[in-house]
């Protein structure tokens, strides 16, 4: 089974500051299968990004994902003060199943 | 519109069997392509994926969970059920319902992700 770990394990940055979100996967994978996901306090999450680089409908350009093989990062150009949050990245494998990393949580500083 | 609306007990009692339902609208469950999926998150946790049913009434388990865990579908209700056996404090979590959809065309399989979530049903298992 893949495990995926994110780091770091919280980003304290300021609104206007560039964000820079990573996953890494514990063996290689296609991008095919990374998503990531937003999750704001007592709300369920939100599709990001699918398929590492192609982002969900409604999301701000502000979003953006790349990587391949192991690595994999989510970038987020100018942090507005909604999207201080928790963030998720996703496998999905070949068996049908999906794991999340730990993930990472995006706070003010 | 797509809605996922989760409905279940809110405490349970250890070594009880848990049983939640997925209520959806705006979609249907025999499209090709679309499932349904269980998705837990412990208070300050992590989320971690469960089960899920398909289009086509094929069905797949979190792989260390899969001996407690049951999905079924009721098409004609637009219902996903979902048991787990046996319960414990440990399984204490928000119990999401979302749906997955076909979101790339790859090799050797296709791509899918949970485009739209229900807002959750908070299970805690005590005694």
């Known amino acids: 089974e893949i495990v995926l770990t994110q780091s770091p394990g919280t980003l304290s940055l300021s609104p206007g500051e560039r964000a820079t979100l990573s996953c890494r996967a514990s063996?290689?994978?296609?991008?095919?299968?990374v998503a990531w996901y937003q999750q704001k306090r007592g709300q369920p999450p939100r599709l990001l990004i699918y398929?590492?680089?192609s982002r969900a409908s409604g999301i701000p350009d502000r979003f953006s994902g790349s990587g391949s093989g192991t690595d994999f990062t989510l970038t987020i150009t100018r942090l507005e003060p909604e999207d201080f949050a928790m963030y998720y990245c996703q496998h999905y494998d070949s068996s049908h199943t999906w794991t999340f990393g730990q993930g990472t949580k995006v706070d003010m500083k | 519109q797509v809605t996922l609306r989760e409905s279940g007990p809110a405490l349970v009692r250890p070594t009880q069997t848990l049983t939640l339902t997925c209520h959806f609208s705006?979609?249907?469950?025999?499209?090709?392509?679309?499932?349904v999926n269980w998705i837990r998150q412990p208070p300050g946790k992590a989320l971690e994926w469960l089960a899920r049913v398909d289009w086509d009434d094929d069905t797949y388990y979190n792989t260390s969970l899969k001996t407690r865990l049951t999905i079924s579908k009721d098409t004609s209700k637009n219902q996903v059920v979902f048991t787990m056996t046996n319960l414990d404090p440990v399984d204490t979590a928000t119990y999401y319902c979302?749906?997955?959809?076909?979101?790339?065309?790859?090799?050797?399989?296709?791509?899918?992700?949970?485009?739209?979530w229900g807002q959750g049903t908070m299970v805690t298992v005590s005694s």
């Open positions: 705006g979609f249907s469950l025999s499209t090709s392509g679309m499932s």
């Open positions: 979302a749906r997955a959809i076909v979101v790339a065309t790859a090799r050797p399989h296709p791509s899918y992700a949970f485009d739209i």
């Open positions: 063996q290689s994978v296609s991008s095919h299968y």
């Open positions: 398929a590492a680089f």
